[in-house]
């Protein structure tokens, strides 16, 4: 059994359409370990959610895994049946989609719908059940949990709302929560609010996290370590203060650059990223990040680069590393 509740090896992805092929992951390999907070970053696109569904076994029909393993929890998700799955599914690994308006079903009340999950994986039903379902919108801060668990979704604010979706995530006190850019469809204040109770429900459950999104501000008081994907490929990969403190790929360097720095004198205008995302259709045979990188070199056109170790557990994939460090080198040898 692995020391790891996730444990994702060159795991690569296609999905096969009219149009052709979409590789959506490339070689993608994450390991986190029980109560850990892992952010996944990248711009729409990148392979963000297609990696954590895929822990789920939530890809869709037209995708096929075409190397690598997947295994969560002792689970090797990659050779279980949808049967299978689905006994694990909810109960060790829950999820939290970013649209809790869409995700709810408008034709039964918010009881029904934690209920339901309760049944299914407890075997809880009745009486106990729904108390067990009005002790859950408690733990999540809903107020007067009694009267919501008659009500339905549209009765509800947006932010109630995607509280309940926790609630229902949390009702078997899963071992992994994903997280898939909870707070995009929420104003800021009530961000704040979801994202500091998801860190009081890790302290109090102790499961891990997967915290998908496109805004590293986002990722950057709650997670332990951050991957930041772009083409279905981890580009870098660290502990938080690595990635904010010591960015090594120039994809990394130019996410940071986007957030906003209200604690300067000097207000700057945010810089982009110029370029458009690669079309993984037809992905480019060097690295997907080349087209709209300042840095580029020829190299760069015409073959990835390789992994390139740093302290502790932080790596990039970024042939300038490549360079830094054959010229550190030689300078060390023309010094001797």
Not at 176 to 185: G, M, Q, R, S, V
């Amino acid at each position: 059994m692995s020391d790891y509740l996730v444990d994702i090896q060159h795991e690569k992805l296609s999905f096969f359409t009219p149009a052709g092929e979409v590789r959506a992951l490339n070689d993608v390999t994450i390991r986190m370990k029980e109560g850990e907070v892992l952010g996944i970053v990248g711009e729409s696109g990148s392979g963000k959610s297609v990696t954590a569904y895929s822990i789920m076994g939530l890809t869709a029909e037209n995708g096929k895994l075409m190397g690598g393993t997947v295994e969560f929890n002792g689970h090797r998700i990659d050779q279980m049946s949808e049967q299978e799955i689905r006994k694990i599914r909810g109960k060790e690994v829950s999820i939290i989609f970013q649209d809790p308006m869409t995700s709810l079903n408008p034709v039964y009340t918010i009881g029904n719908q934690i209920e339901e999950v309760l049944k299914l994986h407890t075997g809880k039903r009745g009486a106990e059940a729904h108390a067990r379902a009005v002790e859950l919108l408690r733990l999540v801060g809903i107020n007067e949990p009694e009267k919501r668990v008659k009500q339905y979704p549209h009765e509800l604010s947006g932010g109630m709302r995607q509280r309940v979706m926790i609630a229902i995530a949390l009702a078997c006190e899963p071992k992994l929560l994903i997280a898939d850019e909870p707070t995009t469809a929420l104003d800021v204040t009530i961000q704040a609010q979801i994202l500091e109770l998801m860190q009081e429900l890790k302290g109090k459950l102790g499961m891990g996290i997967i915290l998908i999104t496109h805004d590293l501000g986002v990722v950057a008081s709650m997670c332990d370590h951050i991957a930041v994907m772009y083409a279905g490929e981890i580009v870098e990969y660290g502990e938080t203060d690595d990635i904010f403190y010591n960015p090594q790929h120039e994809y990394t360097k130019g996410l940071l650059r986007s957030i906003p720095k209200f604690s300067e004198r000097d207000y700057t205008k945010l810089v982009p990223i110029e370029g458009q995302p690669v079309d993984m259709l037809n992905p480019p045979v060097g690295c997907a990040f080349a087209p709209r990188c300042d840095s580029c070199m020829k190299i760069c056109l015409t073959k990835k680069p390789d992994r390139t170790d740093f302290e502790g557990v932080h790596y990039s994939r970024c042939w300038l590393q490549k360079k830094a460090a054959f010229m550190a080198a030689r300078g060390a040898e023309s010094g001797k």
